[in-house]
């Protein structure tokens, strides 16, 4: 594959945009190689500005789980885009999306909309402190909420691929309210919650965690924080901002059966727009301005072509048997990388969730970041090359996960599957 049109591109971009990218882990740097620029893309399929074409498991991190450019979408784009695209005034598509969301996903009643899953965490994180009137708050190390000051604290993927551990720019201020715990561990969150309960405004966690790697929640983990919450009066929040509307259509909440205060959302629910959005129970909701005194705001908040888009979206995935179809295409890709690791004799824990799965290269069982930290990111960065060769695009970096959506047939994830057993045995 040549890559000449990408290289002058990101040559140019990089005299004008730092690191030529306009979020981190797009330059590729982990994985030794300099990004392609992506010129268009259909269902499973993407194409880079040399005309290279590549079978797509990033969808641009989450979002395309129909695949990219669903017609559905862009009908529904097209015909909103002639009456107008921004009004800062309400619409009634507005009110459609909200009582989608509020039926699909099982925890919310009342639901406010933001332009991107850190604008929603950060919103979220205020609003529960507001409730309680308590300051602190817990979160997990390896977790990923967007990159806002208090949040930006032990976060996973973007810095953990560039090997950052904290970064510059965050006062000890911002991050001295944020109480860091290991993924899957009660007894710290117990412990912490006994000593200082009385201060502890919320616990905010992705109950599948999607920016270490995936990681599963322990049997128990969830309840138990649904447990301690109630009985310190911690707000729980629930960051599905990945899982929402991927691992079942009301998001983990619905697949494990726990209930948080407030969820998040984000990447699915704008169908490729930017979106984000969060909601939960009446009675915490309604502390948020206008009718409670806690602030929020945006001028694009709620815009009607990225409400149109995602609306469309969910719409398609409300249709009987998706999210069945969702498992088995992940219950594929999971079956083909498990025989071509045993083939290549090589160790690794492969982790999914219906249709989002990683592959660790490492011996131990991936349980939190400590444990997913062993994978071995050289030979992650060569299996990527070897797949990016072969036409297959992985996420470029060990600690993201693998996507699977709707497009994908099962020629396609067979394709990627038996790459995958040559790129391993190589
Ligand atoms: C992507 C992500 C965010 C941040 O969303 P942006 O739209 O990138 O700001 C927050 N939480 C989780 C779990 C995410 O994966």
Redesign the pocket.
Known sequence: MRHEASARLFEAAKTVIPGGVNSPVRAFSSVGIEPVFYDRAKGSRVWDVDGNEYIDFVAS?GPMILGHAPDAVLDAVREQLERGTSFGAPTEIEVRMAEAVARTVPSIEEVRMVS????A?MSAIRLARGYTGRDAFIKFEGN????SDALLVAAGSGLATLGIPSTPGVTEGAARDTIVLPYNDLDAVADVLEQRGEEVAAIIV?PVA??MGVVLPRDGFLQGLRALCDTYGVVLIF?E??TGFRVALGGAQERFGVTPDLT?L??IIGGGFPV?AFGGKREIMERLAPVGPVYQAGTLSGNPIAMVAGLALIEELSKPGVYDELERKGARLEAGLRSAVETAGIEAHLTRVGAMACMFFTAETVVDWTTAATADTGRYASYFRAMFDRGIMLAPSQFEATFVGMAHTDEDIDAMTSAAAEALSA
Not at 116 to 119: D, I, L, V, Y
Not at 144 to 147: A, E, I, S, V
């Open positions: 991190w991107s899953g850190t604008e965490t990923y909420h967007g990159h992705e999607g920016n960051d901002v990945i998040t984000g990447k984000g």
